[in-house]
T-cell receptor, first 111, second 114 residues
Framework: GDSVTQMEGPVTLSEEAFLTINCTYT??????LFWYVQYPGEGLQLLLK?????DKGSNKGFEATYRKETTSFHLEKGSVQVSDSAVYFC??????????FGKGTMLLVSP | ETGVTQTPRHLVMGMTNKKSLKCEQH?????MYWYKQSAKKPLELMFV???????ENNSVPSRFSPECPNSSHLFLHLHTLQPEDSALYLCASSQEDANSYEQYFGPGTRLTVT
């Protein structure tokens, strides 16, 4: 079946540091890939998505590239802010409406 | 209202109580979902409704009873819950015939069972 593996957290960074959160997946066919973000006390928000190989999703300075050859969708940001502190979830959809989520990675950014 | 709304945001109930969680989506979507998010556990999909019909029930105990009267509203009826049911309950919606199937989430209901 489908699965998503994310790096364990928490990831602790200083403001303006470079961020990478690794995500790899196992799926049949050609899934769509997503990153969601959950701020404290809130629901999940769609951060970015990519629907086919080599697509790059981007939003709010975050980027992720759909790499079919390595089955990866790593999240990156060049300069993090304190306000980016949240839990980040990688997810996929294999052509059906249900999503398969990773366990989430907590990011803590200090001033 | 825009997006997906959930009420109440917080709920405390005893094990013998009956309560309901409400979700409403204002996005014109045709699929709705209930998830359970517990501390230090992966997000758990509970129920899926497509075009108001339940299409998935992931072995959820019968003390949780979903209801989807139309494509915009989703309820989760709760009765005789256990303390381990305390969690954040998230509602989401999506457009079933879209190409990428992204889901849009509400803010959740924080449930505490005493």
């Amino acid at each position: 079946g489908d699965s998503v593996t994310q790096m364990e957290g928490p990831v602790t960074l200083s403001e303006e540091a470079f961020l990478t959160i690794n995500c790899t997946y196992t799926a049949t066919g050609y899934p769509s890939l997503f990153w969601y973000v959950q701020y404290p006390g809130e629901g999940l928000q769609l951060l970015l998505k990519a629907t086919k190989a080599d697509d790059k999703g981007s939003n709010k300075g975050f980027e992720a590239t759909y790499r079919k050859e390595t089955t990866s969708f790593h999240l990156e940001k060049g300069s993090v802010q304190v306000s980016d502190s949240a839990v980040y979830f990688c997810a996929l959809s294999s052509g059906y409406s249900t999503l398969t989520f990773g366990k989430g990675t907590m990011l803590l950014v200090s001033p | 209202e825009t997006g997906v709304t959930q009420t109440p945001r917080h709920l405390v109930m005893g094990m013998t109580n009956k309560k309901s969680l409400k979700c409403e989506q204002h996005l014109g979507h045709n699929a709705m979902y209930w998830y359970k998010q517990s501390a230090k556990k992966p997000l758990e999909l509970m129920f899926v409704y497509n075009f108001k019909e339940q299409t998935e029930n992931n072995s959820v105990p019968s003390r949780f009873s979903p209801e989807c009267p139309n494509s915009s509203h989703l309820f989760l009826h709760l009765h005789t819950l256990q303390p381990e049911d305390s969690a954040l309950y998230l509602c989401a919606s999506s457009q079933e015939d879209a190409n990428s199937y992204e889901q849009y989430f509400g803010p959740g209901t924080r449930l505490t069972v005493t």
